[in-house]
């Protein structure tokens, strides 16, 4: 079908994910154009397109899968064993010509080892199939070993392949071809059914990515998660802190490559993420009609108290207090759709407790309606339905949701849906993660980029997605309300989109909760006007050709970058 | 269309009732046509727009079809019926700008008939014998309600005498707005239902007394029946239990004690309990009638928002893909889950069920019936929502501004912010303050003001500067008379202009200013009732109305110097 097709519109997992993207993305030609759209969390979706996490279900599915594959091996002996032996042969040719895969498409499948796969054959201690499989099996011995542990352990994937190489026998670069190995085992097998042998293929892909990379991956083993040390679930994940590892196959295959996004700032930190030159790279500014965005930044409440979701003044009452007074003015004066993100499920969770404790919920609601986004996926579809509802017959109502969430990715709160998004807090990553640490520490050593730098810019760019959800066209309009002391420093503020400090005015970087209120209502007359969109003062909504040549021109001198 | 003609297909009818004869009408700028479709037929028409006294319509929604009334100079009508409102629209327009044109020409030779420009508005000028060609067919009682309405309220009678016998708006425009007085009044129309309050769940709290460990509820009829539509499980428990297992006092009761166990958020002793109990299990668990509900219900919402059909392709969140345990992800407790529904969640379903509103129409009294009555109300389904999805995936993924601009004219106002106006008063009344000020205190020269501050200067020079540089009190009154003015100005300006301002206002210019304020309130809501302005004849209301405010303006400019010249007297 890919052949065919003019466009194609999938998932960036379909080509970034080399476990995927063998299947799917093989015939792409060179002279296609890859664009990736949205791409301000690229660097997330390549880490974990190479990240991999064990855990004890893991390990018991790949034991059941290691037993029914050698009751298929005894079948085949019985039955069939040409077929083994076939494979054998083939093996010994080198894993290239495997299947009935032409030579030069191939190598997409397992783009972290292109180069070595192809002049190399399968070490001869696993082209049988009987001995591949005792090697796993003592793979997954070993595996369930390290995960006995009371502490968290922390390694690199030199250190772990040589310690498995002394304790379980296995070298570097039989683990290396695990992943092709059981590729071929189960074709030869006629093993259709690969949901269920899911668990076998994480151990491989474990393998395989621990015996090619010697550097930007660590193991980190964890015997129970921090936030519930009463609930023991150990896991072993090998985590990948290099996005460029994962990205590299595509921009080496594909001729242009767009990253592109409305939230991609500072510009200038992707190319180091993803470890590449950009041959062009340019920040458009919007071309609105008017100042249909009003972002602002409150720092204080109506009591003059600081705001903010910094560790040691979240759970502070006052700040509780003056979050739920603000979100009540706004509720008050702003008409239709109001949005709300919280920087965490657990703090919303607690922070909507205390509200509804003192009374404010209740306050909030004579005004507009509330529904939440909850972690379940089918009620929150349903709560945004009935969100929309509640804005359509003009009742009005507020959305709970969270930064990072599924909400905040992907759902437009534009027109009436949303006149007003509030961000309560600096959307920071849970720091005290030990995968974040490792990848803090990569990111430090390798790119040379500072840990508070990167948690920034992590945080900002989700702070900037979800209040961008608020404005999908230039006939709609919306305010944007960052709610947090932090936001009028300058480190974190200058990491906000062009296009937001574009509208940000000195004036609203230090509000207080009267002065925002004040604001809104003098924003929302002049907007809620009826406006001239063919543009008698000069800029039209909709463009022309002649009007985009024209803009041609100015623009290059406009150009941020 | 003032120009050419309208062609529509109609039935020609002697009587509203009547079966009609089919045909065809044809109207040019001075004739009216009608020919049957049968050409034995006798009903064929032929008459001038001068011979025509007035026209009446159905009103569109009304239950009435589509229907034109011509009345004759001479006594009689003609009345046609149309296929659809669109042409009755269309012909109705044509026909009041035809019959302008001939009333334009009759008014010469009669002159009893005064006809507004744009042919809408016609009105003679004693009330009590109006007539109107304009008006949709209404009933005299409702004529009757209008008149007495106006009698009694005399402020309403300004407004018509200024607005619809000024040919501002029409008849029929200026009622549109006051529905409710008329509907109140006559007290035919069904009442309102009254919906959910917003905040149902949040008003079920229990009560303690403080001295015991006693926990109290209160409980109503109205709870009752918003329990029951908050939770289908305990709905249907109440219909499976009461009475033949239970009393409905003990089923209360139970259910509140799973309610207070699940208050103190408590799982594991909720857990225990309902092991225990049966029945309070049923209080405790997820509804599993909701649940079911959710998953119809998920195959209707709006598609841009569908999060769950996404989820397949995010296989990275499966288990073993990715990173199962970094700083952005959540935890969540996995033991006694069926325990643990959440306060969100009820939030979740409360804006449900208050959005859906009351779907019952039964006195509260009795729970079982309540109960009964909501369990058919639940069984009626809607069938028109596969529409309402279509519909709706459209309106999302329209872009407005990639639209080609609706060609609606424009007519815009001019808005000025009324702090402008405090501002400027403020400045100026301050300017005259200090003014005030100086002309009191330094009545100078300027050569005086300078010797006196080279006397000053020298005197500084010779004595070196005294221990204040200013006396205190000196200082104090510079300060009052620069500051006070201002503040107290602003302070009556700003916050009690009712009293301060208008009340100190002669009487008649009081009354007028509020006449003023009432006219504009009305105008406005004309004004923004007729957007987007799609039809001509929109746009010729929306013009007279404008022109009408920007009138009011230079009067009350005119007052405001007149004020200004009684009070500098």
Redesign the interface.
């Known amino acids: 079908m890919v052949q065919f097709a003019n466009v194609v519109v ?2 960036y ?1 379909y080509l970034l ?1 080399p476990k ?1 993207a063998g299947y799917i993305s093989k015939e792409m030609q060179k002279e296609s154009v890859v664009v990736f759209d949205e791409a301000h969390n690229i660097d ?2 390549c ?3 190479l ?5 004890r ?2 390990l018991e599915g790949a034991r059941r899968n290691l037993n029914k594959m050698r009751q298929e091996i005894e079948k085949f002996k019985a039955t069939d064993a040409g077929r083994l032996r076939a494979e054998y042969n083939r093996l010994v040719e080198g894993l290239a010509q495997r299947g009935n895969l032409p030579f030069t498409d191939n190598w997409l499948s397992n783009p972290a080892l292109p180069d070595d796969i192809l002049k190399e054959a399968v070490p001869g201690n696993i082209r049988r199939a009987e001995h591949f499989l005792h090697v796993l099996r003592r793979l997954v011995q070993y595996l369930e070993g390290r995960l006995e542990t009371d502490n968290v352990e922390k390694e690199g994937p030199v250190g772990f392949v040589a310690s498995i190489n002394t304790h379980a026998g296995i070298d570097q670069k039989t683990l290396k071809f695990c992943y092709d190995r059981l590729h071929s085992l189960m074709l030869t097998l006629e093993i259709t059914d690969t949901d269920e042998f ?2 076998i293929q ?1 151990i491989c892909d474990f393998a395989t990515l621990v015996g090619t990379y010697t550097r930007g991956f660590s193991i980190i083993i ?1 015997p129970f ?1 921090e ?2 040390p009463h ?1 023991p679930d150990p ?1 072993l ?1 090998l ?1 990948c802190h290099d996005a460029s590892l994962a990205i590299k196959p595509v921009f080496d295959r594909f001729q242009s490559v767009v990253i592109t996004s409305g939230t991609l700032s500072p510009i200038d930190l992707y190319p180091r993420l993803l470890n590449f030159h950009p041959v062009v790279s340019r920040s458009f500014t919007m071309s609105l ?1 008017r100042d249909c965005i009003c972002p602002m930044v409150l720092t204080r409440g109506s009591d003059q108290l600081p705001v903010s979701t910094k560790f040691d003044m979240r759970s502070d009452l006052g700040v509780v207090r003056n979050y739920g007074r603000l979100l009540l003015e706004m509720a008050s004066v702003v008409p239709d759709g109001i949005v709300c993100f919280f920087v ?3 703090y ?2 607690g922070i ?2 205390s509200w ?1 404790e003192n009374g404010i ?2 306050e909030i ?2 005004h ?5 986004e ?2 379940d ?14 804005c359509d ?1 003009g ?1 009005g ?1 507020i959305f ?1 949701s969270v930064a ?1 969430g ?2 905040a990715e ?3 709160f534009d ?1 009436h849906y949303g006149r007003l998004v509030i961000m309560f807090g600096v959307p920071f ?5 030990k ?2 640490l490792a990848r803090l520490e990569y990111l430090r050593d390798t790119f040379q980029i500072k840990e508070g730098d990167f948690l920034t810019f992590d945080a900002l760019r989700q702070a900037a997605q979800c209040v961008g959800r608020v404005i ?5 309009y919306g305010m944007m309300i960052f709610a947090d002391k932090r936001y009028s420093r300058h480190d974190k503020r200058s990491k906000l989109p062009g296009w937001i400090l574009s509208h940000l005015r000195d004036a609203h970087l230090n509000l207080s909760t009267d002065m925002a209120l004040h604001i809104a209502r003098e924003f929302l007359r002049k907007m809620a ?2 406006y ?3 543009g008698g003062s000069g800029r039209k ?2 463009l022309s050709q002649e009007d985009v040549e024209k803009m041609g021109d100015g623009i290059l001198n406009e150009m941020q970058y | 269309m003032a120009s050419g003609h309208v062609i529509k297909r109609a039935k020609y009818k002697t009587s509203p009732k009547g079966a009609g004869t089919p045909g065809v009408l044809k109207m040019t700028e001075n004739k009216i046509m009608f020919k049957p479709n049968d050409p034995t037929s006798a009903s064929k028409i032929d008459v001038e727009f001068r011979s025509i006294k007035g026209y009446k319509n159905t009103k569109e929604g009304s239950n009435n079809p589509p229907l034109l009334n011509l009345s004759l100079e001479q006594g009689g009508s003609y009345i046609f019926e149309f296929e659809n409102f669109l042409d009755l629209q269309v012909c109705r327009e044509f026909v009041g700008n035809a019959l302008t044109k001939s009333g334009d020409a009759a008014k010469a030779k009669s002159g009893d008939t005064a006809k507004a420009k744009s042919g809408e508005a016609v009105a003679t000028s004693d009330r009590s014998t109006v007539t109107y060609p304009d008006e949709q067919l209404i009933s005299s009682a409702e004529m009757e309600l209008r008149i007495k309405l106006l009698r009694e309220n005399s402020e309403l009678q300004n407004l018509h005498k200024k607005f619809v016998l000024g040919n501002i708006l029409t008849e029929s425009e200026f009622w549109a707005t006051r529905k409710k007085l008329l509907d109140g009044d006559s007290g035919t129309k069904s009442k309102q239902r009254v919906g959910f309050k ?2 149902m769940i ?1 008003d079920i709290k229990p009560m303690t007394d403080g001295r015991t460990n006693k926990v109290t509820f209160n409980l109503t009829p109205e709870i009752k029946y918003q329990i029951f539509a908050l939770k289908p499980a305990v709905h249907r428990a109440f219909l499976n239990h009461v009475p033949n297992k239970m009393t409905e006092k003990d089923f209360w009761t139970k259910y509140f004690r799973a309610e207070y166990l699940h208050s103190t958020k408590n799982a594991v002793a909720a857990a225990a309990e309902a092991a225990e109990d049966e029945e309070l299990a049923i209080f405790l668990k997820d509804d599993d009638i909701l649940a079911n509900a ?2 119809q ?2 195959r209707r ?2 598609p ?5 059909a ?2 397949g ?4 969140h499966l ?10 992800k ?4 996995s ?1 006694h889950e069926q325990f643990k529904r ?4 009820d ?2 379903r409360q ?2 069920v ?2 859906e509103g009351r779907t019952i129409d039964v006195e509260l009294e009795d729970p079982r019936t309540v109960a009964e009555a909501l369990a058919q109300s639940r069984q009626e389904s809607d069938e028109n929502a596969k529409q309402e999805r279509l519909d709706r995936i459209s309106r999302m993924t329209e ?7 609706h060609d609606h004219p ?1 007519a815009p106002l001019c ?1 000025k912010d009324p702090r402008d106006y405090f501002d400027s008063q403020l400045l100026k009344i301050s300017d005259d303050t200090r003014a005030g000020s100086e002309q009191l205190r330094c009545s100078l020269s300027s050569e005086e003001a300078y010797g006196s501050l080279r006397g000053s200067i020298s005197e500084i020079k010779a004595m070196g500067l005294s221990d204040p540089v200013v006396r205190p009190e000196v200082a104090v009154m510079v300060l009052n008379g620069l500051t006070q003015n201002i503040s107290s100005t602003k302070f009556q300006l700003g916050k009690n202009a009712q009293e301060s301002i208008l009340n100190s206002l002669p009487n008649t210019t009081k009354e007028e200013l509020l006449h003023h304020w009432i006219s504009i309130q009305e105008l406005l809501r004309h004004f923004w009732s007729s ?2 302005i799609t039809t001509s004849y929109l746009y010729a209301k929306v013009s007279r109305v404008k022109d009408a405010m920007s009138k009011i303006y230079p009067q009350l400019e005119v007052t405001n110097v007149l004020l200004r010249k009684n009070i500098s007297m």
Request: negative net charge.
């Open positions: 999938y998932s997992q994910d995927v997330n979706v880490i974990e397109a990240s991999v996490s064990v855990r279900q893991t899911l668990h994480t964890e998660d936030r519930m609930i896991v994940q985590s009609t965490s499920y657990s919303m969770d909507v407790n509804n919920l209740k609601m004579q507009k309606l509330v529904f939440i909850t972690q996926v089918v009620e929150t579809t349903l709560a945004l339905d009935n969100y929309r509802k509640a017959c009742r109502a709970f990072r599924k909400v992907g759902i437009d027109r990553q849970y720091t005290l993660s995968i974040l999908r066209s230039k006939a709609d006007q009826p001239d969109r063919a909504t909709l | 917003s905040s949040l959710a998953r219900k998920i919402v709006d841009t928002l569908d999060m769950e996404d989820q392709d995010d296989y990275m288990p073993d893909h990715g990173i199962f345990r970094d700083g952005s959540e935890i969540t407790d033991q959440t306060f969100l969640q939030l979740n804006g449900e208050v959005l872009m407005e501004d990639l639209q080609a601009p424009l808005i957007y987007p």
